[in-house]
């Protein structure tokens, strides 16, 4: 169906707010008023990629609703990331929109798992979204994903991150493991050796982009997809998250590790269902990863067969 650890800490504004929804520019110089918790907290674990950093805080400011706060965590070193003009002007922004932004510099570096660890621990909110520092949001993105996730009663939704540099890459072979759910979204146990980890080559290049142009969905539509995981933007019931550990395996991994994100949503997956969300407006910056030593595999470590 169609639809439509050592922390020093600057908390600027998790507190205040305009109103839920966004404050438009002649808003901007109003006396900030109290607010409650937000619907949605996005948390951002953040490390260099200053400019990609800002473009990814840009996007958010492009958000309408639902009401939402930022986290940031950042790790980077000396000075943290919010220092650099462009991305002090971003947090300015949403701050004069009225969105709370909490910002963490948090340090020393103990690996991603900490960090997604650390910033679950700050938030309130019942819905978080896990958003990497590379990402930009079409307008429109966090309030499709929200009413997903809430229509679905699933664990998580996820919106895949796509590289549209690869827009006239066409990967026929890698869109093949596509299915779309066809009723209520159900648990499911996958591990890596099963073919529905297969999945994974979805979020490949720009494939959820060709699939989506077949799909024609009518604007400001979705529909929900089967998938192995999904990285980059993911939007959980925080609950959920919570009742299957979230991310305290951290403890159990070498501080140089990846695939964090999928020993949570696999067990997310297994408990409570996840899917993940076309059309997909996350769009991957391209830039550089900053997590080069994968020497050390979560889900090879901390999730049996």
């Not at 490390?47 to 400011?61: E, F, H, I, P, S």
């Not at 932004?101 to 019942?126: I, N, S, T, Y």
Request: glycine letters at 10%; aromatic letters at 6%.
């Amino acid at each position: 169906m169609s639809h439509g650890p050592e922390a020093t800490s600057q908390d600027l504004g998790d507190a205040t707010g305009h109103a839920p929804g966004r404050g438009g520019a002649g808003e901007w110089a109003d006396p900030l008023t109290p607010a409650g918790t937000p619907e949605v907290q996005v948390l951002i674990p953040s490390y260099g990629r200053q400019d990609a950093l800002a473009v990814t805080l840009a996007g958010l400011a492009a958000q309408d609703g639902p009401s939402f706060g930022v986290i940031i965590s950042d790790q980077t070193e000396p000075e943290p990331a919010w220092q650099q003009p462009s991305t002090a002007a971003m947090v300015r922004v949403l701050q004069a929109q009225g969105r709370p932004v909490r910002l963490e510099h948090h340090l020393p570096r103990r690996g991603m798992a900490e960090q997604r660890d650390f910033l679950l621990g700050l938030a309130e909110a019942p819905l978080v979204l896990f958003l990497d520092n590379d990402i930009w949001l079409e307008p429109g993105m966090l309030a499709r994903l929200t009413a997903a996730l809430r229509e679905a009663g699933c664990g998580f939704v996820g919106s895949a991150v796509q590289g549209l540099s690869y827009l006239d890459d066409v990967r026929p072979d890698e869109q093949q493991p596509f299915e779309l759910w066809d009723g209520p979204v159900r648990p499911e146990r996958i591990r890596r050796t099963d073919e529905a980890f297969g999945r994974w080559t979805l979020h490949n290049a720009a494939n959820l982009a060709h699939i989506a142009a077949r799909l024609r969905i009518p604007a400001g539509g979705w529909r929900l997809y089967r998938v192995a995981w999904v990285g980059g933007c993911v939007l959980y019931d925080r609950q959920a998250l919570l009742d299957c550990g979230g991310f305290a395996f951290w403890k159990d991994l070498p501080a140089a590790h990846a695939g964090e994100d999928v020993v949570a949503q696999l067990k997310v997956m297994e408990r409570f269902g996840g899917a993940g969300i076309i059309p997909s407006g996350a769009v991957h910056l391209e830039a550089p990863t900053t997590v080069v030593d994968r020497s050390t595999e979560a889900t090879e470590v901390l999730l049996d067969e």
